[in-house]
C-alpha cells in the first residue's frame, strides 16, 4: 500500500522528496559535493546532527544520485501517522536504549544488496556546532557490509525558517581501515566525525 494511491512506496518518496527539495531551495539552501556521493555499490553517508530537518534536507538531496534508507529513532514510529508513513517508505527503527542488533542486521542486509544508508553517528542532535561522541553503530555498518562511508556536514539547519541559507557539503568517500577490535571500531567512529567536521560550507 502506498502513501498516494496507485504508487508503490518508493514512488511516492521519491514524489516528497521532490516537493522538499522545492521547499528548501524556495527557502534558501546551498548544497555541495554532491559528486562525491557514488551512483552503486554500498555507501553509508555519515552526517552530523543539528535539527529535525536534517534528515529530510540531506535524504531527498540524496535522492537526486540515489535511492536512500534512513535509520530513526523508534520513537518516532509510536506517532500514529509518522509511524505508519515511515514504516512504508522502509525507514529503520532504532532504540536508543539499548543496543538495537536487529536494527544493525536489516542496515547491514541493505549495504550488502548494494544500498545507500543515511546515519547520524552521534545518535542524536548537537548543539553549537559542537561534535558529540560518536556510536560505534557506523564502524559496525562499514565493517560488516564493506560499504564505503561518504561524510556529510550541514550548517543552519535549525533556522530554517529564519534568513539566511541552509548549507549542506559531502566528502570524500573512504573505507574501514581498522583492525575490528572494539578500540579500532571507537577509532573509526572518531574518524568518521573528524572527517564530518573538516568539510567546509562551499569548499
Known sequence: MSV???????????????????NFRLRGREVSGLEN??????????????SLVDPPFIGSTMELVRHTRYL?????????????????????PVDRARGDVGAVRRAVSVLRQEGCILVFP??????????????????????????CVVPARVWDTDRWLGPGKMRLRFGR???????GSREGDRRFAERVMREIFSLQAGA
Open 122 to 147: 552521534e545518535g542524536t542532535r548537537s548543539r553549537g556546532g559542537v561534535p558529540g561522541r560518536p556510536k560505534s553503530g557506523v564502524s559496525l555498518l562499514a565493517r560488516e557490509s564493506g560499504a
Open 4 to 22: 498516494l494511491p496507485g504508487l508503490a512506496p518508493v514512488w511516492d518518496y521519491r514524489l516528497f522528496a521532490a516537493y522538499l527539495r522545492l
Open 173 to 179: 568517500p573512504f573505507r574501514y581501515d581498522e583492525d
Open 37 to 50: 556521493l557514488p551512483e552503486t555499490g554500498a555507501v553509508i553517508v555519515a552526517a552530523n546532527h543539528v
Open 72 to 92: 530513526a529513532k523508534g520513537e518516532l514510529f509510536r506517532l500514529p501517522v509518522a509511524g505508519w508513513v515511515l514504516r512504508r517508505w522502509g525507514v529503520i
